[in-house]
């Protein structure tokens, strides 16, 4: 068994009214690579600590421990070499790394979170976050940006709180791309020019790669609709669809048009034009403005004038971007949560922007805050929001204290390093 079981706890369901949480929930959890081993512990205790504090016992996480990475190799294949596993065809290597029993506990528990995963040895073999994605065909990419007191590049860190929906299964991340020189590619660009007629727009045509970018109106709707009822449940002030249509008008320009058709279902949303024919330029109480901004235009903005965006929808490649940039504006990957959610099946699994960071781990050094927050998102996703107000409170007073991880130190006047556990424990005492 890749999973251990949790004899006390209960699943965590899904209805047509949303998600039903019990009082006891099981919750998997992957520990995570290299620095998963310092992270980790340190956000379970973090979380625990908010919950008991938030509930007084009355509420409790019945954490299921589930293999994932060099932890399940370790745990299950101890007998298994780099060499050996190199051997094996890539997709039944990626089982290794990632048991059947871990994703089954996922997809039947609902709600999970898991530490940053190294991409494992030997080509063919994707990479283990993107496999969770693609089998539990989690769309959503949520990122919520914000500020939380930590040493920012720009002046007024504090007026940027935007949550990024990012389209988490197409886009030219599909992976459908041919190398220059190939006969594949060769042949897509003949059949560009022969059959299609567009084979003049391809500047040069020898040794030239090429790929694929993919966006439907299932696709997009669903990510758009999934904003709008964050945006509406959230009581958000706007939902801005981020794009570069003017310049890819079937791609990106469709995704625009086909999420203002989404808008058109939700009464709550009022568009910019009708704001202004109507209501004097003023966003009427109760309403939800939708808007859309061109991808550079936004960019730029978001730096300038940060206040002017709240929910943002956009696809794989734009989102990426985007929200990384947002999260260096407010303090960079310490403090950058995230999570990949199906919200029709109601799958949620949560994890840190970062990675395995493979230089500290072990060294009980790192910033476990982009895990801890990746918690607090997942704590409101089940709607436990008081524990989750909590960690954010509590995380902001061990900022302000200036005991801080070495990553946050090194940017901050007068403060003293300390280690990644005692941060934890410094977040526990605030709460
Ligand atoms: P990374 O692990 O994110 O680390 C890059 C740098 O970011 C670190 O050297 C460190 O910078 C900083 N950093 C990352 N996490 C931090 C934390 N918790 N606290 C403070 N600083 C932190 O990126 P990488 O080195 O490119 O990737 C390493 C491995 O992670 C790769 O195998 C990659 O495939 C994997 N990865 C996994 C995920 C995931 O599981 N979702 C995501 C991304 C990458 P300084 O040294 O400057 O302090």
Known sequence: MSVTQCANGQPITKSADGLNVPDRPIIPFIRGDLIGIDITPVMLKVVDAAVEKAYGGKRQIHWMKVYAG?????????????????????DERQRYYLPDETVAAIRKYLVSIKGPLTTPVGGGIRSLNVALRILLDLYVCLRPVQWYGTPAPVKNPQDLDIVFFRENTEDVYAGIEWKAGTPEADKVIRWLSDEMGVGKRIRFTEMCGIGVKPISEQGSKR???????????????????????NIMKFTEGAFRDWGYEVAEEFPQLITEEEVAAEYGGQVPEGKILIKDRIADQFFQQMLLRPDEYDVVATMNLNGDYMSDAAAAQVGGLGVAPGANIN?????????????????????????????????????????????????????????????????????????????????????????
């Open 223 to 245: 990510l758009v609709r999934a904003a709008i009822e964050y945006a509406v449940q959230n009581k958000r002030k706007s939902i801005t669809l981020a794009h570069k249509g």
């Open 343 to 431: 919200y029709e099946t109601g799958i949620g699994c949560f994890e840190p922007t970062h990675g395995t960071a493979p230089k500290y781990a072990g060294l009980d050094k790192v910033n476990p805050g982009s895990l801890i927050l990746s918690a607090v998102a997942m704590l409101r996703y089940m709607g436990w929001s008081e524990a989750a107000e909590g960690i954010i409170a509590a995380l902001r007073a061990a900022i302000l204290s200036k005991h801080v991880t070495y990553d946050l130190a090194r940017q901050m006047e007068d403060a003293t390093e300390i280690s990644c556990s005692a941060f934890g424990g410094r977040i526990i005492a605030a709460l």
């Open 70 to 90: 060099d932890e399940a190799i370790r745990h299950f294949h101890p007998e298994m070499t780099e060499e050996k596993l190199v051997a094996i065809p890539p």
